[in-house]
């Protein structure tokens, strides 16, 4: 693959049930179901391979799937657990390149572009990566190996479980070509079945549709989508420092004049508070953590933080919190000259989707956006104007 990147994908198999029948050895060889009760509420969120057998898949409703297989065995997730297994194949990944990026709890990326010297053939870096992970963690994974991202994701869905598969860039015709089109990244339901209707089956139909039959079946998308379906993708890895860097926000400010009124602290607070929370929005995270930094005008700084229950992106719930760690007597008799609103603990929505079983995201991005609306009509202008003339600086 010289002259290519070699991006590699590794996936778990049947990660939370693997784990379970890792945990539990009566569970192995039997249809386990992770998520769920049998006569409940609730969908099932991984299946054993198992489980599989009989239809049995992830979103699945828990009611259909005990009709389906009686003799399924329901578990509740242990999440501790699975972020212990999760963190460790991290740090199995990172032996082999400092580009790991963790996409789920049980999937990563790595760019392993010009590590052959080090590790050897990437087909050769792979079987490793799957051994170290058979080794300690106790489960298998699949691994696909191209030189995108998009390509090297469609290629460990190609062969699992426990399958390693490469696309070389000149082989997309012949082993992506053939493939139904809604394998391919960003084909929903919806579109999939417009795609069927207008007799576009396969990714390869999709790639050589011409311009202005694409335009009418997809819009706008239907450029990105054909690009893609050529196997098209210039997304990077990024290295894993880079990656975690964004693991906590936080805005701060610095006051033109100390200050002893809690009032106008709390109105700081207001749009400190507001920048955290954009940034969370863009970047699809929720903070578990709610913290403020402040320094008194002797500099002595201090810090102040609190665990929520749950993660937020609550712009309320983040101020609130982040209001009640102020000390007001403090300010009244000390003053201020800095203060910051912090947030760590970042969880991204799609790992809570995981880990609350697969609880509907689309409702969790409508709060998202509900909540950004909210914020925006309720302190736009308001703490727009407070911040006028204020020096910030951001960790
Ligand atoms: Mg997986």
């Not at 082993?175 to 089956?201: I, Q, S």
């Not at 229950?309 to 800095?338: F, W």
Request: with cysteine; net charge neutral.
């Amino acid at each position: 693959m010289s002259g290519h990147r070699v991006i590699m994908h590794v996936d778990m198999d049947a990660f939370f049930a693997a784990i379970e029948q890792r945990n539990n050895p009566h569970l192995r060889g039997k249809p386990v179901i992770v998520g769920g009760s049998p006569g409940g509420r609730g969908v099932v969120s991984t299946a054993s391979y198992e489980a599989r057998k009989f239809g049995i898949h992830s979103a699945m409703p828990a009611g259909e799937a005990y009709r389906r297989c009686r003799e399924a065995i329901f578990v509740h997730g242990d999440f501790s657990s699975y972020h212990h297994a999760s963190r460790l194949i991290e740090e199995i990944l990172l032996r082999f390149s400092p580009a790991v990026e963790m996409i789920s709890i049980d999937e990563a990326f790595l760019d392993i572009t010009g590590t052959e010297r080090v590790h050897g053939p990437a087909e050769q870096v792979a079987l490793r990566v799957k051994q170290a992970v058979q080794d300690e963690v106790g489960i298998t994974c699949t691994v696909g190996i191209a030189p995108n991202k998009l390509l090297a994701k469609l290629g460990s869905g190609l062969n699992k479980p426990d399958g390693l598969t490469v696309i070389e860039a000149d082989r997309v015709e012949s082993m992506v070509y053939p493939l139904p089109v809604d394998k391919l990244w960003g084909v929903g339901p919806v579109t999939y079945e417009r795609l069927l209707k207008n007799g576009v089956k396969t990714i390869g139909d999709l790639a050589t549709l011409n311009p202005a039959s694409l335009k009418l079946l997809l819009g706008d998308h239907g450029q990105t989508l054909a690009a893609r379906a050529r196997g098209e993708d210039d997304r990077h890895v990024p290295d894993h420092d880079e990656a975690h860097f964004e693991k906590s926000m936080s805005h701060e400010t610095t006051l033109g004049e100390n200050s002893h009124d809690p009032e106008h602290i709390h109105s700081l607070m207001c749009w400190l508070a507001e920048k955290v929370v954009i940034r969370l929005y863009r970047g699809e995270w929720l903070a578990r953590t709610v913290g403020i930094r402040l320094r008194y005008p002797d500099f002595k700084t201090i810090t102040r933080d609190k665990t929520l229950p749950k993660p937020t992106v609550d712009y309320a719930e983040i101020l609130n919190t982040a209001s009640s760690l102020v000390p007001n007597q403090q300010i009244v008799n000390k003053g201020v000259r800095l203060i910051g609103v912090r947030t760590s603990n970042l969880v991204h929505v799609s790992e809570l989707a995981q880990m609350e079983l697969f609880a509907d995201e689309r409702r969790r991005k409508e709060q998202l956006d509900r909540s950004i609306h909210n914020l925006r009509s309720k302190f736009g202008d308001k703490i727009i104007k407070h911040a006028g003339g204020l020096k910030s600086e951001e960790d």
